[in-house]
């Protein structure tokens, strides 16, 4: 059985200027190691709220975490927080690098906390736009 995605999110609009191509890139990335390196049916966190001037994505999981050590390089291309991982899925190192340089041009940022054994917080933050409302 698939993991469960569960998403929640404030009762208020949020509106923000992005490349629609590169936020589903970001989210299809996030919520696919999400599930990748989560246990079996164990349920994937989305919320959307937002801080301020910022929306706010974070997508938890239920993982294997990170070092400090980790989370402070998992933003380089190629880098491979456990080279064990690579031989049971094709991949490259590139996702979070990616990643973080299409949140950037979008004017963003992304940061990671994570435990080991108690999984991670990917969070996605971009600047939101003024909502302009017609009476």
Partial sequence: MDAPIKVESI???IQFQIDLNRLKHILLNLIDNAV??????????IKLNLQGEEAIIKVFDQGYGFTLQNQARIYERFYRVDEARTSSTAC?????SIVKTFIESMGGHVSVRSRLGEGSIFMISLLASPLSVDL
């Fill in 11 to 13: 009762n208020q609009v």
């Fill in 36 to 45: 990748k390196y989560s246990p079996t049916d164990t349920p994937i966190l």
């Fill in 92 to 96: 490259c190192g590139l996702g979070s």
